[in-house]
């Protein structure tokens, strides 16, 4: 049917239509290299995808012929054109997924009042819903107590399985977004309706681009833009410079593949990839296998880049295999991907394509390293962590510092717990977390975790008891091989216990620290500290009175946890002394490169990816109530509820308008985080969401966390800027709290936004530099819109956040080079007024006037004249909802 479709198009490039091979002429793909175009040898692997799915999906209208040449033109185009891109699928986890089903749900509610059909209100674009990401620890550790909390939400979940077509829900207890999507849902090619194509995807989780790995195609992009991909728009994007990065060298014995990412990551901050393509090439790629390139392309949106591809090569080949790949399925892979040249030797350097910019880097000369104690950029070698502790508690207090008097240094706290006494200082570690987003996936570095605990144990070392300690492996594959290789129970006995498969720790999901040890921490006011192996470790994320934390590989965690401070020289200080007196070492237990290989070799076998794929295709059933009519925006529920987002919503947009006499609602300063916007973690009992649960009749026991009410828009607007480390100028301090000018009160940031509301008054924001860091969040941008924000006016911005603010029609406006509000001297205690000119287009200078007297001009932040259109039209989704009609 996909053949016929493309025929009855008339297809500019049908031409290029032909067999794969003489024996199935029923399987056909477009030969790009019958265009016997030079240009196309030259592009670089991801570009090559980008040109195929344009020229598969030429259709006159969404993609022109024009758009694929110019992708075949990239060497001149490069940051100049705007190209469509039509991903083969879309990936939701639940956390931004439940919006996107409950915004599908609500645009039914809105097409129909319009009076148009609710039932087309479907994907287009295939699509897969994962469960599990919304893992709260419990001692209980409870499967089972995870299904009670969450119940509304899985009902939800059943029930869009069954309504919406081209919807597959992976149900809970088969593994977290990022893992299936790299085991399970991944196809490297597709073979769609009797066509070969590159798979590639969209999804609303960042670590999406863990499958560049595997030489998929894919980006994180959040739930706004997901949501018009799944209703059948193309993703546009300015044709991205790539960045051409050669490894080479060997790979250090005692270096993990966590410090290769980590090497890597710091190399292209410090090159600046933002918002560019990263491709790996050079002969040391050969030496990485495709779980050592996953966790390395998993960290992009670290490094800032969109995508962190590698080719497929014979080592992914070797990987499909141990995956359950047939013979027949793993040759037309390979019979494809050597066909349009998507397949590569490294070894090779005459296939070495052209790149914006090529950096290189020896492997060699890579040493462990951990990052912290506030941000993942700021890595320290594992050898210096002792003396670059002591100089944060010497630092004034930021990034790096801590502030702590001399005479307060070696300050200790006598605590009691479980009727033993421990001494806390400054250092101790309090929390230390083997997570899932970052390293599960690979095995050499959970397998030397375990192998490190095993020799611990053996060596007759343990970890004290009240330090909380956590293992929250990203799928079942995971604790299959930790089990198999018998080195599970190891890490048990050390208290690294399976708690669960998904987010935890590393969202704020922790368990409350033993009374005694927050005692001990808050007495001696302790730069106490976690140790995890995330990608996140910002202050206060892990725990309030946690103020240190510090980003390592799996083994790093359990010796540090073991050792229960970071304050140790590995090389010159005993991890601790055994029952016998004997002072042993990190060294005696460190497992080596080949011990691993070996274990991996015995452990990591085909059968235990077998083994998940069929537990995957059972699954575990959603034994829950779900209504079989097609509204369900008409429960009176807590966590799902009809938005807002399309109340005023009408058949054409209004006429653009200026902002006039906006109030600004927080006055922020440089590295503003998604972390800082968008709800996460707990709901706080004092929060205003807490109020609005409460005035709902729940208890504070049946709150749970704002991921899990992440579809009720009423919970999480009063969520949005309730971080307790948000920076407001206005306040002075930390804290959810700004004022509402009219009266100079001091308000929770949603109470004053709705008493401007009641008044009339739109808001802005102002902001400095890389506002909208970190993970890609939807409510970080539908939070603003909600609470009233028309438009954000910062110095710089993160480029994901800043399209999410364009879909959801707040408008992010940036000060001209050398200026910000200091120099202007603005305080944000003045009302703004923003003309808007009917010709908006991307670039447009924009005047901003004050009430003080002010008048400055900034720029408009849209990249193309899409994005024009979506703010036109109050965002993505009433766009949308608008064609649909």
């Not at 599990?132 to 209980?140: E, N, T």
């Not at 939400?153 to 999507?181: E, I, Y």
């Not at 491709?279 to 990485?288: I, K």
Request: glycine share 8%; with cysteine; net charge neutral.
């Amino acid at each position: 049917m996909y053949l016929i479709f493309l025929l009855i198009l008339e297809h500019p490039f049908s031409h290029l239509i032909e067999p794969l091979t003489e024996d199935r002429p029923d399987k056909k793909y477009f030969n790009i290299l019958k265009l016997e175009d030079h240009r196309y040898e030259l592009l670089p692997y991801s570009i090559r995808v980008l040109f195929e799915a344009a020229v598969r999906n030429c259709d006159g209208f969404h993609i022109k012929k024009e758009d694929a040449l110019n992708i075949l033109d990239w060497k001149n185009q490069q940051n100049n054109a705007d190209v469509p891109f039509w991903p083969a699928r879309v990936l939701l986890q639940d956390f931004t997924g439940i919006p996107a089903v409950v915004d599908f749900a609500a645009m039914r509610e809105a097409v129909k009042k319009l009076g148009g059909d609710p039932a087309k209100v479907n994907p287009v674009c295939p699509t897969d819903l994962i469960v599990d990401h919304s893992l709260q620890i419990d001692y209980s550790k409870s499967q089972e107590m995870e299904f009670n909390r969450n119940k509304e939400r899985l009902q939800f979940f059943k029930w869009s399985s069954k309504v919406f077509q081209n919807v597959t829900v992976v149900p809970p207890g088969s593994g977290l977004v990022h893992q299936v999507n790299l085991e399970y849902l991944s196809r490297v090619v597709f073979d769609l309706g009797g066509v070969f194509f590159p798979d590639s995807v969209v999804g609303t989780d960042s670590h999406t681009t863990m499958v560049n790995g595997l030489g998929i195609l894919g980006w994180g992009v959040g739930g706004i833009e997901s949501e018009a991909v799944m209703l059948g728009q193309p993703v546009t994007l300015t044709l991205p410079q790539v960045v051409g990065c050669k490894l080479v060298g060997i790979i250090n014995p005692l270096a993990t593949s966590i410090d290769v990412v980590l090497s890597i990551t710091k190399q292209l901050r410090q090159v600046g990839v933002s918002g560019k393509f990263v491709e790996f090439f050079g002969s040391g790629v050969s030496q990485l296998s495709v779980a050592d390139r996953t966790t390395i392309a998993n960290m992009c949106p670290e490094y800032g880049a969109t995508v962190s591809f590698f080719p497929v090569d014979d080592v992914t080949l070797r990987h499909l295999k141990c995956t359950g790949y047939g013979e027949a399925k793993l040759e037309s892979v390979e019979t494809y991907l050597k066909a349009v040249k998507l397949f590569r030797n490294y070894d090779n350097s005459s296939q070495d394509p052209d790149y914006s910019q090529v950096i290189e880097l020896n492997l060699s000369s890579i040493a462990p390293y951990v990052s912290g104690p506030k941000r993942p950029q700021d890595r320290v070698v594992v050898t210096d962590m002792k003396k670059d502790f002591q100089n944060s508690l010497n630092e004034k207090v930021g990034f790096k510092g801590f502030q702590i008097p001399p005479e307060k240094q070696k300050d200790t706290v006598d605590i009691k717990y479980e009727g033993k006494d421990y001494k806390l200082s400054h250092g101790s570690v309090v929390i230390a977390a083997v997570i899932s987003c970052t390293n599960n996936c690979n095995p050499s570095v959970m397998l030397g975790a375990g192998l490190l605990a095993k020799k611990a144990i053996e060596a007759g070392l343990c970890v004290k008891p009240y330090i909380k300690t956590s293992l929250s492996p990203g799928s079942g594959m995971v604790t299959y091989y930790l089990n198999a290789s018998c080195v599970l129970p190891y890490l048990h006995t050390l208290g690294f216990e399976v708690i669960g498969y998904g987010c935890a720790t590393c969202v704020g999901n922790t368990a409350p620290l033993p009374d005694s040890v927050v005692a001990g921490i808050k007495k001696g006011e302790l730069v106490a500290c976690g140790v995890l192996s995330g990608n996140k470790n910002f202050e206060g994320r892990l725990c309030d009175c946690v103020c240190a934390n510090y980003l390592a590989s799996p083994p790093l965690v359990v010796a540090y946890a073991i050792a229960g401070t970071i304050n140790i020289d590995f090389e010159s200080e005993p991890l601790g002394v055994n029952s016998k007196g004997k002072e042993i070492y990190l060294c005696d237990i460190w497992p080596s490169r080949e011990e691993i290989q070996q274990v991996e070799e015995q452990q990591v076998i085909p059968s235990m990816f077998k083994e998940l794929r069929e537990k995957m295709e059972v699954g575990n059933s959603l034994n829950c109530w779900c209504p079989g009519y097609i509204n369900y925006m008409s429960e009176k529920l807590s966590v799902v509820k009809s938005p807002l987002l399309f109340y005023f919503l009408t058949k054409e947009p209004s006429p653009l308008q200026s902002i006039e006499n906006a109030h600004v609602l927080l006055h922020l300063g440089d590295s503003v985080t998604t972390d800082h916007i968008s709800p996460a973690g707990s709901i706080a009992r004092n929060s205003a969401a807490a109020r609005y649960l409460t005035s709902k009749g729940l208890t504070p026991r049946e709150f749970n966390s704002y991921g899990a009410r992440r579809g009720n828009d009423a919970v999480m607007t009063r969520g949005t800027f309730a971080n307790i480390r948000l920076v407001n100028k206005f306040i002075g301090k930390t804290g959810p709290k700004t004022i509402y000018f009219p009266s100079g009160q001091t308000l929770d940031v949603f109470d004053a936004a709705e008493r401007y509301h009641r008044e009339g008054f739109p808001l802005i924001i102002l902001a400095g530099k890389k506002y909208g860091l970190g993970n890609s969040r939807d409510w970080a941008a539908k939070g603003p819109y909600l609470l009233g924000v028309k438009a954000i006016l910062a110095e710089s911005y993160e480029k994901i956040h800043k399209n999410h603010l364009v879909g959801m029609g707040v408008i992010p406006l940036q000060f001209l080079p050398g200026e910000n509000a200091e120099v202007l001297g603005l305080t944000g205690k003045e009302q703004y007024t923003i003309k808007l000119p009917q010709d908006l287009s991307p670039g447009t200078i924009i005047d901003v006037m004050t009430s003080a007297g002010k008048t400055f001009k900034a720029v408009a932040m849209f990249e193309n004249n899409m994005e024009v259109t979506f703010y036109k039209h109050s965002g993505i989704l009433n766009y949308v909802a608008r064609k649909m009609v």
